[in-house]
């Protein structure tokens, strides 16, 4: 077994899958850290759910992908003055549940305050993101969302390249929402016609495109409230 789970063996073998995945079953927490820490800088995403390790390829739509939706939650935050820290796909791992995984995105908001000034995340002590994202146009044969579920993640955004969708996390299970906890000021869905601008005309005009539309709906909805409170003294 031992000669099978080398780094070198391990991206091998995620390698020949058809350029997508492999998944190795049995695998002992201890030797599932081992193979994650020999392989710090990669490029392939990992897996690890109760002794079933997935080691899967990530193609470069997903990366572009994934890169677009840094910018863009980037900007909802700015413009909607949330504050808010960007932990990228650093690797959650919770030994105790012998679960890990690494988000595409992972974000804190709500919990902004009680990561500053930290370099590493330890989910034992420290909170799960608020949101993290996930990218689905190559699904994982793992349930990556159990996985985001056990490990408390209380909110996930998930695309598959045409639609993103809102879940949020209630009684150990993920839930699809009409509005995000994160940016309830906006309708998530509509973010898609951004990262389509981010694929087909690049990150500067998504970002220009999204903040002007985003100026806009709080323009109109500051009118509203105004007129609502106008109506209201009125009568």
Not at 50 to 69: A, C, D, P, W
Not at 118 to 146: C, F, H, Q, T, Y
Request: with cysteine.
């Amino acid at each position: 077994m031992s000669a099978l789970l080398t780094p070198r063996a391990v991206a091998a073998a995620a390698a020949q899958q058809n350029g997508q995945q492999v998944v190795l079953y049995d695998i002992p927490w201890r030797a599932y850290q081992t193979i994650c820490d020999a392989l710090p800088e990669r490029c392939i995403r990992m897996t690890f759910d109760r002794g079933t390790l997935e080691i899967m390829t990530v193609s470069g739509r997903h990366e572009h992908y994934k890169s677009l939706f840094g910018i863009l939650i980037y900007i909802l935050a700015e413009e909607l003055n949330r504050m808010i820290a960007c932990f990228g796909s650093f690797t959650h791992r919770r030994k105790d549940l012998e679960r890990a995984l690494e988000p595409d995105q992972c974000f804190y908001i709500a919990n902004y305050r009680r990561v500053l000034g930290k370099g590493d995340i330890d989910l034992l002590n420290d909170p799960p993101p608020d949101l993290a994202v996930e990218i689905e146009i190559s699904r994982s044969l793992l349930d990556r969302l159990a996985i985001l579920a056990a490990l408390g993640v209380p909110e996930v955004w998930r695309f598959d390249g045409k639609t993103l969708l809102v879940l949020i996390l209630q009684e150990g299970q993920y839930v699809d929402s009409e509005s995000s906890p994160s940016f309830p000021e906006i309708d998530v869905a509509k973010l898609v016609r951004y990262l389509h601008i981010g694929i087909e005309q690049g990150d500067l005009a998504m970002g220009r495109a999204l903040r002007t539309w985003l100026r806009r709906q709080l323009r109109r909805k500051q009118a509203q409230k105004n007129s609502k409170l106008h109506r209201r003294d009125v009568e």
